[in-house]
Structure formats: structure tokens, C-alpha cells
């Protein structure tokens, strides 16, 4: 289109430079020198002059005005007619350039769109998920805070309990420390009630001790129906050799030495006996070993006493059955 209006341009110059040369002298005739001087005026390029020199060469004379201006008109048409297919083709090619170029971008915006949809509905589906994922931890949170807030009042509820349980143990012990010690209490006013029959049997058998050697001592001082009988019989209560070695120790004597015993026992009972006992001391001994005294002494006195009782047994048996035979002293 550019084109277009410079040919114009040009034509329009021209004719006005024919128009000024009609005016001159030489009306129909125009030299080489004023062909020169034409072209430089309408500023046309070196092809065109030298097209035009070649043309006025060939034709061999001065060529009119018009001859000239036909001659320009009909080179420049020439020239336009190329550069307008020129430029129709570059247009065309450049038409077919930029419809491939549409194409191509048509194709890369759908691709890129396409694409671009595709990840953003894959972003919001990562989207979706991790709003889902969000929602599911906070209601794991809420769990988790209810749970932790259950846990927290268990234990406590656990900590109650267990000062509670602490409570009831100490209690338990300090009761089962009661009752161990009521219980010992108990052991010790049993043992206090022992010691007293003890002390009431051991009176009641001393006394009858008493009778028991007064007769032994009236028996012996007289005549016995079978003494040799009877020592052998003491002598299985008392055994032998008591106070000295031989087959000559008397029942007397056997007895004498008995009777020794039985009172060294008897004042070793009342030494015991006298001996309080107390709770206080009671209680700082481990009862489960402890071993009164006063009972060993007395199973100890007591033993004696049932040999006495047995030698009594054994003459007063003889002479209930041969009481003519005694002699009682005189």
C-alpha cells in the first residue's frame, strides 16, 4: 500500500514536471541533459536511469515529453505490478506463516490449557484431600484432647484412690499393729493367769509335799515289812549311786538328797515368782521364743515331786499290805 502512494507521489511530480517543460521553448523536444535533470527531480532510483538511458540509446533520438512520461508510467507500473505480487506473495507467505504460527499457538493454548486444567483439577483434588486430611486430624486432635482430658481425670481419679488406698493401707497396718499388739496383750494377761495357777498348784503340792515327807520320815525311821523290796523299787525311782558309789546307799539317803533338790528348786521358784511381770517388758521381748521362768522351774520341782510321790506310794503300798510286819519307832 506504501508503494502504491509513493507511485503516486512519483507520477504526480511528473506530471508536473511535464507540465513546466510544455512552458519552455522547446516545447516537444527533450534532451539527454534535461532527461538527467527530470530524473533527479522525481528522485528515481539508478535501475530506473539506467533503464531509461539504455531505452534512449537503443531508439536513437530525443524522445518527446509525452514519449517519456508514457515511457515512465508504463516502467513504473511494471514495477509496481512486481512489487505488489512480491509484496502479495510475501503477504500470502506471510499470511500462511502467521496462520501456522495461529495454529501452532492454538494448539500449545489448548495443550497448555488442557494441561494447566488438568493439574489444577489435580491441585484441587490435593486440594480436596488435604481439606479432608485437615478436617480428619482435627477431629483426631478433638479425639485425642477429649481422650487426653478423660486420661487426665482417670488420673486423678487414680491419684484419689490411690491416697485413699494409701490412707486405708496405713490405717490397715496401724490397725493390724493394734490388733497384733492387743493380741500380745492378750498373750501376756494369759501368761499372767498361768503364772498365777502355777503359783496355786505349786502352793497346793508343796503343802502336800510337806505331808508326803512326813510320812517317808516316820516310815523309815521305823521298821519296813521288805526293806531290801522297797530299796529296790526306790532305787528304780531314784537311781543309783545318788550320793555316792556301792550297793550300801540307803532309801534315807537316796531320799535325803531328793529332798535337798526339791527345796533348792522350791527356793529358786519363789525368786522367780516374786519377779513382776510387766507389760512394758512384756512387750519389748519376742513372745514367740519367750519361755517363762517361773514354768520351767516349777515342771522342774514338779518332777521331783512326783518321785517323792512315787517312793511314798511305794511304802505305803507295803505296809498297808503287811502292817503287822511294821515297827514303827519307839
Known amino acids: 500500500m506504501k508503494l502504491k502512494i509513493l507511485a503516486f507521489c512519483i507520477l504526480l511530480g511528473f506530471l508536473s514536471v511535464g507540465q513546466n517543460a510544455t512552458a519552455a521553448t522547446e516545447a516537444n523536444l527533450v534532451t539527454n541533459v534535461q532527461l538527467q535533470s527530470s530524473l533527479e527531480k522525481l528522485k528515481m532510483d539508478l535501475a530506473t536511469k539506467e533503464e531509461l538511458q539504455v531505452l534512449v540509446q537503443e531508439q536513437g533520438y530525443t524522445l518527446t515529453k509525452e514519449e517519456i512520461t508514457q515511457q515512465l508510467i508504463d516502467t513504473q507500473k511494471s514495477r509496481i505490478a512486481i512489487l505488489e505480487g512480491n509484496i502479495n506473495a510475501l503477504l ?16 500449545f493454548v489448548w495443550v497448555s490449557r488442557r494441561a494447566f ?23 483426631k486432635m478433638e479425639t485425642v484432647r477429649e481422650l487426653s482430658s478423660y ?8 491419684q484419689d484412690l490411690q491416697i485413699s488406698l494409701n490412707k486405708s493401707k496405713s490405717a490397715f497396718y496401724e490397725e493390724i499393729e493394734r490388733i497384733n499388739q492387743l493380741g500380745q496383750y492378750v498373750n501376756f494377761l494369759e501368761l499372767k493367769v498361768t503364772r498365777s495357777e502355777i503359783i496355786r498348784t505349786f502352793v497346793n503340792e508343796v503343802n502336800q509335799s510337806i505331808k508326803l515327807i512326813s510320812d517317808l520320815d516316820y516310815w523309815l525311821e521305823g521298821t519296813l515289812p521288805n526293806y531290801g523290796h522297797a530299796l529296790i523299787k526306790v532305787t528304780e ?15 534315807q539317803e537316796k531320799l535325803s538328797y531328793c529332798l535337798k533338790s526339791l527345796k533348792e528348786i522350791e527356793d529358786s521358784f519363789w525368786k522367780h515368782a516374786e519377779i513382776s511381770l510387766e507389760w512394758e ?38 505296809i498297808s499290805m503287811n502292817p503287822d510286819k511294821f515297827k514303827a519307832r519307839t
Open 281 to 318: 517388758e512384756y512387750a519389748d521381748k519376742d513372745t514367740d521364743d519367750f519361755i517363762d521362768p517361773l514354768n520351767d522351774t516349777f515342771e522342774e520341782w514338779e518332777s521331783t515331786y512326783k518321785d517323792i510321790t512315787k517312793v511314798h506310794g511305794i511304802i505305803s503300798a507295803q
Open 151 to 158: 486420661l487426665n481425670v482417670s488420673i486423678r481419679e487414680a
Open 92 to 107: 500470502s507467505l506471510l499470511a500462511v506463516i502467521i496462520a501456522v504460527l495461529t495454529l501452532f499457538c492454538g494448539i
Open 237 to 251: 525311782v531314784f537311781g543309783e549311786n545318788v550320793i555316792k558309789e556301792g550297793s550300801d546307799e540307803t532309801i
Open 117 to 139: 486444567s488438568s493439574k489444577v483439577e489435580e491441585v484441587e483434588k490435593r486440594h480436596d484431600e488435604m481439606k479432608q486430611l485437615k478436617n480428619e486430624a482435627i477431629t
